[in-house]
Structure formats: C-alpha cells, structure tokens
C-alpha cells in the first residue's frame, strides 16, 4: 500500500467499499503529478506480477481489460491472502481456502467463479517457475445455473425516468445524459462508451463509430435525430470547454483530467439511480444494456439481429439478456380446462 493512502486512512471502517472511489481519484492525482510514492515493501512480489502480466499478454494473448482483471484478482490475493510477511512458497491449501471464503462474502457467485478462475491460473503459473513446491489449483468453485437469475432488464419508463431526472446544468450533466443515452438506445458496453472519440460521429452520415473491445471489431450504428442533438449539445455547452488535448469523447470532470476509466461509467449509473430516487434491486449499469436487448426482442428483432447489434458471436451469449418475465409469459398462458376439476374445485 502507498504510503500516502496510509496516511488517509481507509475511512468509515462500515463503509470500506465506498472509500475505493476517494482511494482512486487520489491516486490518479498523484499519477498525474508524479508524486505517488511506494513502500519499499511494496515490491516484495512486484517482479513475479510483472512476469505473470507479460505472461498473460504475450503468451496466451489475453486482451488488455482481461489482463486487468487478472492482475486485480492477484494483487489482492498477495495482500489479503498471505499473512504478514508470509512467502509463497509457504501458502497452503488453507490459505487459498481462508480466501476464497472470504471473497465470497464480498462477491456473487457468478463473480466469485471468475476470482477463482484467475487465482487458478496464477497458482498454476508459480508453480510452473518454481515459486510454490507443489500445485494449488484444485480450488472448488460454485456451481451456477445458465437462467438462474432473474430478468435483468428494466421496465422502459424507468429508463426514461432516469435518463429525465439528469440535471443538464450541473457539473457532468450533460456528459452523463449523453452515456446514459447511448447505453440505453444502442447497448453499448462500458468500454465501448470509454473508448469514443470525437471523431468517431459521422456528422453527415449520422453515424457513430464504435470500437468493440471485447470482440475486437467494429460496429457502425445510424443515429436518430434525438441523439445527435444531445450529441450536439454535449459538445457544445461541456467538451469543447474541456479542449482538444485529448481526442476521447467523455473526459473527467475532476481533476486530473483525462479520459474516463471503465469502471466509472458504472459509479455514474449508480449515482444517477441515487440521485433520482428510484428502488432498483441492482445497481448494475449493464442493466441498461439488459433493456435494450429485451426492448428489442419484444419489438419482434430477431435474436440474430439483437446478437450483431450487441456484438455477441454466439446466439449462447445474446440469449442470456433475454431472460423472460412474468408479463412476457401471462400473454402465452393457457386457460386450465374446466373438465379436469371436481366438485368443489379441487384438481383431479
């Protein structure tokens, strides 16, 4: 840990998880001012992580947002896992265990399938350098069920409702209805948002230019006319007050300045669904993303047509944003026939 983030502390011991956003704008700060110091312990474990990153990139070829979370799930397994002043050739089984547990507690068990899908990975990578003595890698993980869960689009007023509720005078406002907008009407994904430029509207063609992270491709979708006037007026009463230093389209309102990272399109869903009072189960910003596909498929698009548009390439991956509902299924049921009750109303 930074020696400067241990002097702050790490906030309300209740409210660790929401400090992470405070840690963050601090450490891009510091970054940007080239001031963020490290504990010399800090690089006990540094090289093996830098070895196992360039692992992951040029031997298995793994993507840049995969890398990420690869090295995320590692960096805290190093800092929670072993015990003080622990090596790794030390780590037991019950070690591994103690962990997993305790992530447990802290993820779903969707997102705990992950965790220790790249725990694995890294285990077997320290064992193959000679770093443990023996493999640690039969890790138990949870079994989940493909439709498990409930549909996760939401209703299309409640959409409305938020994007609405957006005050387009205060500080990002217009910035964060223009995401919000686009996530809603087009299924865009975090990274693709992130990863737009100025450049990539065809004004003339009305067209925006999507670069797909996760699929490597890119995808050319038609604007409607709603969206380029709040592309227009985006870029009229916020971007172009930002400059052209850089060539992204969403910049950061704070500072230091620069292109928006991933994971704060979520923290802007979030704080929009606070702001506009609205009871949501979850606060998962791809639950836009959910109610685009399934606005979709109740307009009859095909499921093939959905996928492209969502840059899926199996039909395996669009279906999972098609969960039916309750409503969807009331309009298919089946009236039960009288002939099958007896007197008093009880089934044969």
């Not at 990139?57 to 622990?86: I, K, N, Y």
């Not at 070690?95 to 399938?113: C, F, G, T, W």
């Not at 990863?195 to 670069?211: E, G, K, N, P």
């Not at 669904?273 to 685009?292: K, S």
């Amino acid at each position: 840990m930074h020696t400067a983030f241990v002097a702050v502390g790490r906030g309300v011991p209740s409210r660790f998880h929401r400090f992470h956003a405070t840690e963050r704008a601090y450490r891009r700060f510091l970054l940007a001012r080239g001031r963020l110091v490290k504990d010399e312990n800090e690089g006990h474990h540094a090289s093996l992580c830098i070895a196992y990153e360039r692992h992951l990139r040029d031997l298995r070829g793994l993507s840049v947002s995969s890398c990420q979370h690869h090295a995320m799930t590692v960096a805290d397994f190093l800092a929670r896992g072993l015990e003080a002043g622990q090596e790794l050739r030390a780590l037991t089984l019950e070690d591994i265990e103690r962990y997993v547990a305790l992530r447990s507690r802290e993820v779903s068990r969707h997102s705990l399938q992950h965790v220790v899908a790249y725990l694995r990975s890294f285990l077997r990578y320290c064992h193959d350098q000679g770093e443990i003595g023996r493999v640690l890698d039969a890790i138990e993980t949870p079994r989940t069920y493909r439709g498990e869960l409930p549909p996760q689009a939401l209703d299309w007023s409640t959409v409305q409702a938020l994007i609405r509720s957006v005050d387009l005078h205060s500080k990002a406002g217009r910035r964060d209805h223009c995401i919000l907008h686009l996530m809603a009407h087009y299924g865009l994904r975090p990274s693709e948002v992130v990863t737009l430029r100025v450049d990539s509207i065809d004004w003339d063609a009305a067209v925006l230019h999507v670069v797909q992270c996760k699929t490597r491709s890119d995808l050319l979708l038609p604007l409607a006319p709603q969206t380029v006037r709040i592309l227009h007026g985006y870029l009229a009463h916020e971007r172009r007050a930002q400059g052209t230093d850089y060539p992204e389209l969403f910049l950061r309102a704070r500072c230091p300045s620069g292109p928006l990272q991933r994971y704060a399109v979520g923290d802007i869903f979030k704080k929009r669904v606070r702001q506009a009072n609205l009871e949501l189960p979850g606060h998962n910003v791809y639950r836009l993303r959910h109610t685009f596909a399934m606005r979709l498929l109740t307009r009859g698009v095909g499921v093939k047509a959905i996928g492209d548009l969502l840059g899926h390439h199996s039909l395996e991956s669009t279906c999972a944003y098609l969960r039916l509902d309750i409503d969807m299924l009331r309009g298919v049921a089946l009236e039960v026939p009288e002939a099958g009750l007896r007197q008093g109303g009880h089934h044969a």
